[in-house]
């Protein structure tokens, strides 16, 4: 069975970083993959991606914040987040084997029970 398992949450101070992993087992993260985060009283939103050709993809406003990374040998996926903000906080979800939804949205197959972010 596919398994996600995010890591590397925790709270920081407005301005702080932090890597957050995601560990995969089943599924090579070498496909697409994503990270997803939801904050309290709001919609969950897709933050950055790796489409299936492995070009990542950002939300405008976190690019140059955010970096999307993998790692093929270790089958990790990371998210580097720089200059947080209070806004940032949010449980973030790692996301895995995308398809496109009858709305024609990309969906996602598997998700990690997610990593808490929560910026000060």
């Known amino acids: 069975d596919v398994q996600l398992v995010e890591s590397g949450g925790g709270s920081v101070q407005a301005g702080g970083s932090l890597r957050l992993s995601c560990a995969a087992s089943?599924?090579?993260?070498?496909?697409?993959m994503s990270w997803f985060r939801q904050a309290p009283g709001k919609e969950r939103e897709e933050v950055a991606a790796f489409f299936s050709d492995g070009r990542p993809t950002y939300v405008d406003s976190m690019e140059g914040r955010f970096t999307i990374s993998k790692d093929n040998a270790k089958n990790t996926l990371y998210l580097q987040m720089y200059s947080l903000k209070p806004e940032d906080t949010a449980m973030y979800y790692c996301a895995a084997d995308c398809f496109i939804s009858g709305e024609g949205d990309y969906e996602y197959k598997y998700w990690g029970q997610g990593t808490q972010v929560t910026v000060s």
């Open positions: 089943g599924y090579s993260v070498n496909n697409c």
